[in-house]
């Protein structure tokens, strides 16, 4: 039996990670979940699924989850102290699947197990890619990405050399705003952010997705993993959703990876690995699909792809400075402290006052510089009037 935990189980990408272990129930033996505020759900699934041990982040649940789960034998753990106490249990393959950058300390303590990591938490790597994965080589873990492009681009490189990579395409849904006029777009109010034509998601990746964030963030993960030469990584908008990736090799072939837009594939790849097993998800039908269409990603409309570009080639501590006002840039957004075109704007400004300051010179050698440097980025992201 293969001993699993799931960081992130109550959100979307960790229900459908337990919709997979579900259907191939006798294969696995849950260790650990956790989850914050969803207290309900954690609990419910902590019992159907027999787990050792579950954890809500939010310390002022604690006790909630503890009556919820009184009489059963899942031990109870709360706060930062319970996720790291998750983290460390050992496990063969652990998803890292909290949002955001709180997504980070947990995926960096499982990356020192040993174990099989399933990288969603996409941050991890925006943040402190070279970190993790130097964290990771030492301690012989293999990290597996779960975001679709990512999972796309690994399986379209199997047996490949790296070597003669000449270019990987991500491509974006464009979120829902993708055929809207930048007029109308000044005025998008977070409503209208947080739906998505295609996939469904988290809030936040939502949002992201109509601004091209998560584009954005997905570029610099694409460097990260793959440690590739940022001039070879490009996004194109591809409003189907079919194709996730494409992999550009020295003889000018070109790899498409295509699936339906659904991330139990990517998870259950991942949870698969090396094999490939049955995974419960539509299979494509060509003929009724007709086309696929592609358009150039406008990096005027969209800057976050812009400063994403900037990000990739200082990296350092700037991956973290941009994750973090990103983040706070959102939730000022869904404040309607800010418009939906003043994020980009507002990411951008905390990054040049950061790079003024000689915050960003700070080596991002250790979980501290990243944590303190992302604490920074988040004040001044919050301070600056537009
Ligand atoms: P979600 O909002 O649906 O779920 C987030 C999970 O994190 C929940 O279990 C929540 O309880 C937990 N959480 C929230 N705040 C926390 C905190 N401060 N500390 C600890 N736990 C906390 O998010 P999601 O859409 O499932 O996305 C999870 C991650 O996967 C993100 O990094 C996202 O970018 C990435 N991802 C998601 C998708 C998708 O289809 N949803 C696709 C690709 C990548
Ligand atoms: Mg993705």
New binding site residues.
Partial sequence: MKRISIF???????QNTLDLVRSRRDEYQVVCL?????IAQLAADAVEFDAELAVT?DFASYEDLKNALSGTSVKVAAGEAG?DEAAQMPADWVMS????A??LRPGLIAAKQGTTLAL????SLVCAGQLLLATAQEAGTKILP???EHSAVFQALIGEDISAVERIIITASGGAFRDWPMEKLIKATPEQAATHPN?S?????TIDSASLFNKALELIETREYFQIDPDLIEAVIHPESMIHALVGFSDGALMAHLGPAD?RHAIGFSLNYPDRNHVPVERLDLVALGNLSFRKACEIRHPALRLAREVMAKRGLWGAAFNAAKEKAQERFLKREIGFMDMPSLVEMTLNNLDQTGALNAMPDSLDAVLTLDQIARDVAGSLEL
Avoid at 8 to 14: L, P
Avoid at 34 to 38: E, H, L, Q, R, Y
Avoid at 201 to 205: C, E, L, R, T
């Fill in positions: 992130g189980a109550t959100g979307s990408i960790g956790t989850g914050s505020a969803n982040a996720l699947a909290i949002v955001g709180a997504g969603a938490n996409k941050e779960v975001d679709s996939w998601m988290g809030q936040k990746i991330m």
